[in-house]
T-cell receptor, first 113, second 114 residues
Framework: GAGVSQTPSNKVTEKGKYVELRCDPI?????LYWYRQSLGQGPEFLIY????????DSGLPNDRFFAVRPEGSVSTLKIQRTERGDSAVYLC???????????FGNGTRLTVT | AQSVTQPDIHITVSEGASLELRCNYS??????LFWYVQSPGQGLQLLLK??????LVQGIKGFEAEFKRSQSSFNLRKPSVHWSDAAEYFC????????????FGKGTKLSVKP
């Protein structure tokens, strides 16, 4: 079946602009996670949704980052006033429920110029 | 604070040779431990995981890992490497007992010589 889908696969934006990254999880998966992977680093946890609500947003680096999942399926990660340090691959993962194995998407590569 | 250390940034092995990738973790109790593989242009894929019980765990693609509490290690092994194993490998720990909020190491890139 279809895996986790992330769009766009690549996004180039100018410093100070606003961006939205989309994640479409596997159908029926109630848990959804966002991670950020900077160059030469492992993925870093950002936020976890169980259904529509953010169960754990402790990894969001600052208030420029926000994520929503209004209908408990698709999620959007929103970054305001982007900075060059936000350049990274943003990974989305979903799981059947909160304590099941993660299925990762291929990521969105964000470049802030 | 919990952390994961993968001491080797890059390893090259010959096809058919054995492989061991090192992983050390820092955590107060016995954590959940994972190995993931990331091939170019693809998402992370779970190779295997350890929660409790038998300290030698088998995973997909012929990989295994051994949990050693005394050494705080969870090294990944494969007896005979195939060219298709070339990828980046990440060790991860789940300090909260959840499989989702993971702390990853920086990864080890594996190259395979023909």
């Amino acid at each position: 079946g279809a895996g986790v889908s992330q769009t766009p696969s690549n996004k180039v934006t100018e410093k100070g602009k606003y961006v939205e990254l989309r994640c479409d999880p596997i159908s029926g998966h109630t848990a959804l996670y966002w991670y950020r992977q900077s160059l030469g680093q492992g993925p870093e946890f950002l936020i976890y949704f169980q259904g529509t609500g953010a169960a754990d947003d402790s990894g969001l680096p600052n208030d420029r980052f926000f994520a929503v999942r209004p209908e408990g399926s698709v999620s959007t990660l929103k970054i305001q006033r982007t900075e060059r340090g936000d350049s990274a691959v943003y990974l989305c993962a979903s799981s059947f429920k909160g304590n099941s194995p993660l299925h990762f998407g291929n990521g969105t590569r964000l470049t802030v110029t | 604070a919990q952390s994961v250390t993968q001491p080797d940034i890059h390893i090259t092995v010959s096809e058919g040779a054995s492989l061991e990738l090192r992983c050390n973790y820092s955590y107060g109790a016995t954590p959940y431990l994972f190995w993931y593989v990331q091939s170019p242009g693809q998402g992370l894929q779970l190779l295997l995981k350890y929660f409790s019980g038998d300290t030698l765990v088998q995973g997909i693609k012929g990989f295994e890992a051994e949990f050693k509490r005394s050494q705080s290690s969870f090294n990944l092994r494969k007896p005979s490497v195939h060219w298709s194993d070339a990828a980046e490998y990440f060790c991860a720990v789940a300090p909260g007992g959840s499989q989702g909020n993971l702390i990853f190491g920086k990864g080890t890139k594996l190259s395979v010589k023909p």
